[in-house]
């Protein structure tokens, strides 16, 4: 005899139960394994300008939210992981 039930869910915009915390952190490990596989299997060029590209956008963010301007700072950390990345070639198996 089944019966319906009479609990109240909270139920997302589509009518489905939203994740629980582990499906999400479930989703989310997938995600960076994902993103990790892909970005381990680019050439050392592309991912030494994948890093100078990110680390110089995350210093300009930073920068414009602190007082006085000045954009060396992104552009010389930009210049400066793309350089040393590509000399050091971390990804390189030993």
Not at 13 to 41: C, S, W
Not at 79 to 85: A, E, G, I, P
């Amino acid at each position: 005899m089944n019966q319906p039930f009479t609990g109240s869910v909270r139920l997302t915009k589509r009518g489905i139960p939203p994740l629980t915390v582990f499906e999400r952190m479930d989703a989310l490990q997938h995600l960076y394994r994902r993103l990790d596989n892909q970005v381990r299997g680019l050439s050392r060029l592309s991912y030494a300008l994948l890093v100078g590209l990110i680390s110089g956008v995350a210093v300009f963010a930073v920068r414009s939210l602190l007082p006085g301007n000045g954009s060396f700072g992104p552009v010389a950390m930009g210049v400066s992981m793309t350089v040393s990345y590509y000399a050091l070639d971390p990804n390189k198996k030993n």
